[in-house]
């Protein structure tokens, strides 16, 4: 709630494009940022479906699984800077903008590391840290947006129909269930 881009997305400074229609459908769709349960629903934000609500919506839980699927990407990004830069590891009890900082500073580093030829085993057996990380603390009362909640469904619903689906997602979600 702290970042800039929490700040420039509330105050409609990050230029985000207008919303655009998906493939073969009829209904402009906004540009979201993908999070989990730990995030509230707005029209530009958005989480998966309850456990309970899913269980009992099959709809609901291919929702669940392109949004987790979609989320990963960004996961294994950061999975990927942290073995590269310990320094992610662990708690940092630094300002928000330094965090900004060492993260973008990070990234170029990253990247002009990539262009080296570098000699490395355990490069595609990076996970994610499951120790130092603090949770993301849940916000009472801030979980639900009406906007957010009809975009969502929205998604849902394209994710589910023959033009928004994808060929391995009902074997996905049955194999999970």
């Known amino acids: 709630m702290k970042s800039n881009l929490f700040k420039k997305?509330?105050?409609?400074?990050?230029?985000?494009?207008p919303p655009t229609?998906?493939?073969e459908a009829d209904i402009g769709m906004p540009y979201v940022v993908v999070g989990d349960d730990a995030f509230s629903l707005t029209n530009y934000m958005m989480k998966p479906y309850s456990k309970n609500h899913a269980s009992q919506d099959?709809?609901?839980?291919?929702?669940?699984y392109?949004?987790?699927r979609a989320r990963r990407t960004s996961e294994n990004a950061f999975g990927i800077l942290c073995q590269r830069f310990r320094i992610f590891f662990s708690p940092m009890a630094v300002n928000p903008r330094v965090v900004d900082k060492l993260v973008m500073s990070a990234c170029i580093i990253h990247n002009m590391m990539s262009s080296l030829v570098i000699h490395d085993s355990d490069r595609n057996t990076l996970e994610m840290p499951s120790e130092n990380v603090i949770p993301?603390?849940?916000?009472?009362g801030?979980?639900?947006?009406?906007?957010?909640s009809v975009t969502r469904d929205l998604f849902k619903q394209y994710f589910n129909s023959d033009h928004g689906s994808v060929?391995?997602?009902d074997s996905e979600v049955d194999r999970t269930s």
Request: hydrophobic fraction near 30%; aromatic fraction near 8%.
């Open 58 to 64: 099959r709809s609901k839980r291919i929702f669940n």
């Open 167 to 169: 060929p391995w997602q």
């Open 21 to 23: 229609k998906l493939p």
């Open 142 to 148: 801030r979980s639900y947006n009406i906007n957010g």
């Open 136 to 140: 993301m603390a849940r916000i009472p």
């Open 66 to 68: 392109r949004l987790s």
């Open 9 to 17: 997305i509330q105050n409609g400074r990050l230029k985000i494009p």
